[in-house]
């Protein structure tokens, strides 16, 4: 199992960008994806972004051409890069990591607000 923690969350502008990081510790072998998911305020969680160990990734619709996974292996962390955020991106970001055997971590939450 590993840990994860996220940061980079905050208020921003709609239009705006923000980078999240997560911050990734233990033993990380065998991860075969990595991912971001978000909850809004009243609403199920949901993928935002995922990485599968070979590289590719997957994005919904929701945010495809906007966001941007990617792993940084020398700082290990996982980064969601968000671009021209809308209101209805307002949500707590988790950040997930799963393996084949079906066990998965996340991390606590970041909270990121978009609004004028």
């Known amino acids: 199992q590993v840990q994860l923690v996220e940061s980079g969350g905050g208020l921003v502008q709609p239009g705006g960008s923000l980078r999240l990081s997560c911050a990734v510790s233990g033993n990380s072998f065998g991860v075969y994806s990595w991912g971001w998911y978000r909850q809004p305020p009243g609403k199920q969680r949901e993928l935002v972004a995922r990485m599968f160990s070979g590289g590719s990734t997957y994005y919904p619709d929701s945010v495809k051409g906007r966001f941007t996974i990617s792993r940084d292996n020398a700082k290990n962390t996982v980064l969601l890069q968000m671009n021209s955020l809308k209101p209805e991106d307002t949500a707590v970001y988790y950040c997930?990591?799963?393996?084949?055997?079906?066990?998965?971590?996340w991390g606590q939450g970041t909270q990121v607000t978009v609004s004028a």
């Open positions: 997930n990591a799963d393996w084949a055997s079906g066990s998965h971590s």
